[in-house]
């Protein structure tokens, strides 16, 4: 699904238990008094991972979101370890995975959360741009098509 605004991640993000959010890794999300984990040095290590897990074990009455950035950096034993917190989390946690790279999640998380891409100048939403002589080139082509 995409998504224009990165303000609506927290209202996305809350009507699921996991989100995937493809979005540009230095973009900040918003979201208050969110757990923020991010990667140590080059990785997110399995120690970060369980030290999470830890905390989210603990019933809440309200709202409360986990941001992973940089979700591509978690070593394979991380994302392993977080894989059942993130199938099953305890009532009232959202997990907010950030990424710039969807293809480098592994399969088993990805298949298991909500996919939201920022939609940034797509090349949909534009007319295309070409040259004049290319516009009259195709304008010739349509005429003699019709004939």
């Known amino acids: 699904m995409f998504f224009d605004n990165l303000g609506d ?3 996305l ?3 699921v238990n996991c989100a995937i959010f493809v979005i540009p890794n230095g973009a900040e999300i918003a979201i208050k008094n969110a757990e923020i984990i991010e990667k140590d040095k080059t990785t997110i290590s399995i120690e970060q991972i369980r030290n999470l897990i830890a905390k989210t074990r603990t019933k809440q009455t309200t709202p ?3 941001v992973i950035k940089e979700a ?3 070593t394979v034993e991380a994302c392993n370890a977080f894989l059942k917190s993130f199938e099953e989390p305890n009532e009232n946690y959202h997990f907010v995975l950030q990424t710039e790279n969807l293809s480098s999640i592994l399969p088993t998380i990805l298949s298991r959360a909500e996919v939201f891409i920022l939609r940034i100048n797509n090349p949909l939403d534009q007319a295309p741009a070409a040259s004049e002589e290319a516009k009259n080139l195709a304008k010739k082509m349509i005429v003699a ?3």
Do not use: P, T
Request: no cysteine; net charge positive.
């Open 145 to 147: 098509k019709d004939k």
């Open 13 to 15: 993000a809350s009507k």
């Open 72 to 74: 591509e950096k978690m």
């Open 9 to 11: 991640i927290e209202k």
């Open 64 to 66: 409360r979101f986990v």
